[in-house]
Nanobody, 119 residues
Framework: QVQLVESGGGLVQAGGSLRLSCAATGSIFSINVMEWYRQAPGKQRELVAAITSGGSTNYAPSVKGRFTISRERENAKDTVYLQMNSLKPEDTAVYYC???????????WGQGTQVTVSS
């Protein structure tokens, strides 16, 4: 089992920055991919960014150049960050952390954190 704790959401003006964190503890040996998703009201959940255990990253076109995903493993904790710069009102959503193995044998979701960008 893996436990996830997200933090860092909040209210920010357009053009501002926020950093989200998601700390994973427990059976972190099973984690290969760490991802951030978001879901805006009335819309489907979408993948924002992903990072593999080898350091490869992937971004949604709408956030490329503005968001940066990174990962830090320290002892019994594996943490994924999402640095969000130049935020836009359309970035407003609940952001979810997802950690998984490559073939989805293990797949865990965080509780979600609200990000609101005012114009």
């Amino acid at each position: 089992q893996v436990q996830l704790v997200e933090s860092g959401g909040g209210l920010v003006q357009a053009g501002g920055s926020l950093r989200l964190s998601c700390a994973a503890t427990g059976s972190i040996f099973s984690i290969n991919v760490m991802e951030w998703y978001r879901q805006a009201p009335g819309k489907q959940r979408e993948l924002v960014a992903a990072i593999t255990s080898g350091g490869s990253t992937n971004y949604a076109p709408s956030v490329k150049g503005r968001f940066t995903i990174s990962r830090e493993r320290e002892n019994a904790k594996d943490t994924v960050y999402l640095q969000m710069n130049s935020l836009k009102p359309e970035d407003t959503a609940v952001y979810y952390c997802n950690v998984r193995s490559y073939a989805y044998e293990y797949d865990y979701w965080g509780q979600g954190t609200q990000v609101t960008v005012s114009s």
